[in-house]
């Protein structure tokens, strides 16, 4: 079975610490691995912290559904946003902020929310979701709630879905509200019972995204009512079957996981570095370097190949002593 999950999470700078963007992409990807079967080759998260290909623009946005395209019939299918958008003025239209946003170059530094669910249908993969935890703001900094045209975008989209395909889209918010941070800058409400959610599907041994939904739906609600708060999550589906997940073989539901636990270090490409900084306090005296990493070391063995050839040297001085003695008396 072939699946790709295309994660892009772009940190607020307005934001004290960034916001919760990074860490709830990285926790959704983790809580893949753990229940639906994901590998970490089959996951490719863009953020405003990656370097080189794994840098949130534009270009690398395109260039990963490119490779998407490129794989024969994709069964199983994630692509998801978490970050801020802007309404651009040229077309009034809202927009999803990469990491190199510029308030001067709005389309060329954005996405907007019917090219990227554009761009997931056209995959066709079997089974596809979209999901978004978004919260828009103005040029000028201040803040907006979401708009009732993105829930009308993805139930346009997902009504266009191709007889045989399965598509769902769910977004972190109805019209007229924005996302609730459970920890400012390290937990979104929204992203936490989503993987919530999923656990409590595996849990029944299902990986159905529809349960999911629902799950996210229903306690997104109830929490944000107990915080005095309001933000309930829109789901749309294309209405012909159930997306759903294989879930990961032989996971252990009676195990804690805590998707937030360990924070995973951004991929990127390894810095040159000073031949001492390669050597270890060990039998590793020397090694090879090449574009920064270490392909091949050798061991220490000039030590007791010295001892060797000493103590071979004196043990050959002495029998030689001993035979000229021995010849000398006769």
């Keep these: 079975m072939s699946k790709f999950a295309l994660l892009i999470c772009v940190d607020d700078p307005s934001i004290d610490g960034g916001g919760s963007s990074y860490a709830d992409a990285l926790a959704f990807s983790r809580a893949l691995k753990r229940y639906w079967s994901f590998n970490d080759s089959e996951i490719v998260v863009l953020s405003s912290r990656g370097r080189g290909e794994l840098y949130a623009t534009r270009a690398n946005v395109e260039k990963q559904f490119e490779t998407a395209r490129g794989v024969e019939k994709l069964d199983s299918l994630i692509v998801g946003f978490w970050g801020r958008g802007v309404i651009a003025p040229q077309d009034n239209k809202r927009r999803f902020c990469l990491a190199n946003f ?44 979401a708009d009732d045209q993105d829930c009308k975008t993805l139930l346009n989209y997902a009504r266009r879905t191709e007889p045989g395909y399965k598509f769902a889209a769910l977004t972190a918010c109805s019209a007229g509200e924005r996302p609730i941070d459970l920890v400012e800058g390290q937990k979104g409400l929204f992203t936490v019972k989503l993987i919530e959610g999923i656990f409590d599907s595996a849990k029944r041994y299902q990986g ?62 390894p810095a040159p570095k000073e031949r001492e900084e390669l050597d270890e306090v060990s039998d590793v005296v020397e090694s090879e370097v090449d574009d920064g990493n270490v392909v091949r070391s050798k061991e220490k063995i000039w030590l007791p190949l010295a001892f060797g050839v000493i103590f071979g040297a004196a043990a050959f001085a002495v029998l030689a002593y001993g035979i000229f003695r021995l010849f000398s008396r006769n």
């Excluded at 090219?115 to 201040?142: E, H, M």
């Excluded at 939904?213 to 079957?241: I, L, M």
């Design 208 to 269: 159905s995204f529809d349960s999911v939904a629902g799950y996210a739906v229903q306690h997104t609600k109830r929490a944000a009512q107990e915080s005095e708060s309001q933000q309930f999550p829109y789901f749309a589906n294309a209405g012909d079957g159930d997306v759903r997940f294989a879930l990961t073989r032989g996971v252990r539901l009676d195990e804690e996981f805590d998707a937030y636990a360990q924070e995973a270090s951004v991929p990127v490409a």
């Design 102 to 145: 510029d308030a001067s170059d709005v389309r060329g530094t954005t996405v907007s929310l019917g090219s990227l669910v554009s761009a997931t249908l056209r995959l066709r993969a079997k089974d596809s979701c979209f999901i978004c935890d978004c919260r828009p703001t103005g040029l000028d900094g201040g803040v907006l709630n």
